[in-house]
C-alpha cells in the first residue's frame, strides 16, 4: 500500500484526497487536495464554479494525534464570492468555519470539556484554555438542538455568577427535560426579558397589502374592481386530532381591524410555572411577558438563604473568639465551616464529630444550625402540601422568636414569598429536583473562569447540561475498510 493510500485511510477526512505526506520534528504533516470541483460558501449553502481570484489560500488544521505525533492537515483552498457573505476563501468538509481544527479534533475537545478538568485537558491535547473556549463555542453553536423552546411548561430562570467582579450569566432551567436550555450574559429582569423576546421573537414587520383600496391599482389599464376583498385571516381552529368534533372554537373570517391576542400562538402562553430566587427581578418580567404562569420559589434559593444566614451567625461567633485571643478555639471553629454547611448525610466521620462537639456545646451556632435544617425540612421529599403549610407556620414563628438577627431577616423573607414557596411544593418543583442542575451548572461555571468570553462559558455550560449529544469520533464513525 502506497504512504498516501495509509494516510488517506488514517486521517478518514470526508471529501479529500491525500497529496503526500512528510515528517517534521515534532510532527506529521499530511497534504489533502478537495475532491470537489465547485467552490461553497462557509458560511451558507451558496456554491459556485467560479473562482473570485487566482490567489491561493494555505491553510492549516489540527487533526486528532497519531501516536506521539501531533498531526497537521494542509490544504491549498480557493476564494469565491457569495452574494451574501462577500469574499471568503471557501469550506471544507471536514473542519467547521474558521475553524483552525478538524471537526474530529473538536469533537474530542467538546467530549473532554464535559468531562475532565481544565489542566488535564491542556496538558492532553496541548492546547490552550481560551482556544477551546472558541472550540466549545463552535460546537454548541452547531450542536444545539434548536427545537429546544419548543414545548416548554415549567421552567427555572436563575443566574450564576461567571468569573469573580460580578459578571453572571442567566440560565433557563427545562424542569421537565432537566436541562438548560437557554442562557445570556448578565442579570435580573433584563436578562429575562431577552428570553421572552427568544421565545417569542416579533413577527417581521408586514409588507404592505398589495394593492389597498384607497390606492389606483399599479397598472393604470388595469381594471378596477367594484368591491375590494375584505383583508382577513383564518384562525386555525375547529375538528382535529386533538380536539374532539364540537369543542374547538369555529373557524371564523377576523374583521378588518380586529387584532387577533398574541397570547394565543406565543410559545409563553404554554408556561405553567416558572421558578425563580427571591429577589424579584424575573418575576417582573414573567409577569409580563407570561401572565398565566406561576411564579415559583426554587426552594433550592431558600435553602441557600438558610445558609447564609448560619455562616453569617458562625462567622461573627468567630470573630467573637478571635478577639478574645482564644486562637485554638478560633482556629478549631474555622475548620468547622463545611460541617455546618453540608447535609448531615454526607459528612465525614470527623465532619460529623466536630458537628456533634458544636451542638453539645450549645450557643448561638448551634442554635442556627438547628434552624437551618428546620428550613430544609420544609422541602424534604414525601410531605404533602397540608404537611408543609403546617411546618412552614411553625418555622416562621420559630425564626420570629430565634433572637438571631440573620434568621429572623431570613423569616420575613421567607413570609413574603410563602405563596411562591408552596406553589413549587405543589406543582412538584422540589428541591432534588433542582439541585442537582443548580450544583452541576455551578461546577462548570468555575471551569470556564478562564475563557476569554461570556459566550464561550456559556457554551460549556449548554455543552454539559443543554440538548446536546457528545460523541466521540470513533463513535461518529462507523469503522471499516474504506
Ligand atoms: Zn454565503
Not at 287 to 304: F, G, L, M, N, S
Amino acid at each position: 500500500m502506497r504512504v498516501t493510500t495509509a494516510f488517506s485511510r488514517l486521517v478518514r477526512l470526508p471529501g479529500v484526497w491525500v497529496k503526500k505526506v512528510r515528517f517534521e520534528p515534532d510532527r506529521v504533516i499530511v497534504e489533502v487536495g478537495l475532491r470537489r470541483k465547485k467552490l461553497v460558501c462557509p458560511e451558507c449553502s451558496y456554491s459556485t464554479w467560479a473562482r473570485k481570484d487566482k490567489r491561493p489560500a494555505d491553510s492549516v488544521w489540527r487533526h486528532l494525534d497519531l501516536g506521539v505525533w501531533a498531526l497537521e492537515i494542509h490544504c491549498r483552498r480557493r476564494r469565491l464570492w457569495c452574494p451574501v457573505h462577500g469574499a471568503l476563501t471557501e469550506a471544507v468538509p471536514f473542519a467547521r468555519a474558521g475553524a483552525e481544527f478538524t471537526r474530529d479534533f473538536e469533537w474530542l475537545v467538546a467530549w473532554l470539556a464535559a468531562k475532565v478538568d481544565k489542566t488535564t485537558l491542556q496538558r492532553m491535547l496541548r492546547i490552550d484554555w481560551r482556544t477551546i473556549g472558541r472550540i466549545v463555542k463552535r460546537v454548541c453553536d452547531e450542536e444545539l438542538d434548536p427545537g429546544r423552546l419548543d414545548g416548554l411548561f415549567e421552567i427555572g430562570i436563575d443566574e450564576v455568577s461567571w468569573k469573580r467582579q460580578h459578571k453572571y450569566l442567566t440560565l433557563v432551567v427545562d424542569h421537565l427535560r432537566r436541562q438548560v436550555v437557554w442562557g445570556c450574559e448578565g442579570a435580573g429582569a433584563a436578562a429575562a426579558d431577552r428570553f421572552f423576546a427568544e421565545l417569542d421573537p416579533e413577527p417581521a414587520s408586514p409588507s404592505p397589502a398589495p394593492n389597498p383600496p384607497d390606492q389606483p391599482p399599479p397598472y393604470p389599464d388595469a381594471k378596477r374592481p367594484a368591491v375590494w376583498p375584505e383583508p382577513a385571516i383564518m384562525v386555525p381552529f375547529g375538528p382535529c386530532p386533538t380536539v374532539p368534533a364540537g369543542h374547538g372554537i369555529p373557524g371564523g373570517w377576523l374583521e378588518l381591524g380586529v387584532e387577533l391576542e398574541p397570547g394565543m400562538f406565543a410559545r409563553a402562553g404554554l408556561l405553567d410555572a416558572v421558578s425563580m430566587d427571591m429577589t424579584g427581578g424575573y418575576a417582573k418580567s414573567v409577569r409580563e411577558h407570561a401572565r398565566q404562569a406561576t411564579i415559583c420559589v426554587d426552594p433550592y434559593h431558600v435553602v441557600q438563604l438558610a445558609n447564609q444566614a448560619l455562616d453569617e451567625v458562625r462567622r461573627d461567633y468567630w470573630n467573637e473568639l478571635r478577639r478574645a485571643d482564644d486562637q485554638q478555639a478560633a482556629k478549631r471553629f474555622k475548620d468547622a465551616r463545611w460541617c455546618l454547611l453540608k447535609r448531615p448525610e454526607k459528612l465525614t466521620d470527623e465532619q460529623a464529630a466536630t458537628l456533634a462537639r458544636i451542638k453539645a456545646a450549645g450557643g448561638e451556632v448551634s442554635r442556627a444550625y438547628t434552624l437551618k435544617e428546620a428550613v430544609r425540612g420544609i422541602f424534604e421529599p414525601g410531605l404533602s402540601l397540608e404537611d408543609v403549610e403546617i411546618l412552614l407556620k411553625r418555622l416562621l414563628s420559630r425564626l420570629a422568636r430565634c433572637r438571631l438577627k440573620p434568621f429572623i431577616r431570613l423569616g420575613k423573607t421567607i413570609r413574603k414569598h410563602r405563596d411562591g414557596i408552596l406553589a413549587a411544593i405543589r406543582l412538584g418543583i422540589n428541591q432534588g429536583r433542582t439541585e442537582a442542575i443548580n450544583n452541576k451548572v455551578r461546577l462548570i461555571t468555575r471551569r470556564a473562569y478562564g475563557f476569554h468570553s461570556a459566550q464561550a462559558a456559556l457554551a460549556l455550560v449548554l455543552l454539559t447540561c443543554g440538548p446536546i449529544g457528545l460523541h466521540l469520533p470513533h463513535e461518529l464513525h462507523t469503522l471499516g475498510t474504506g
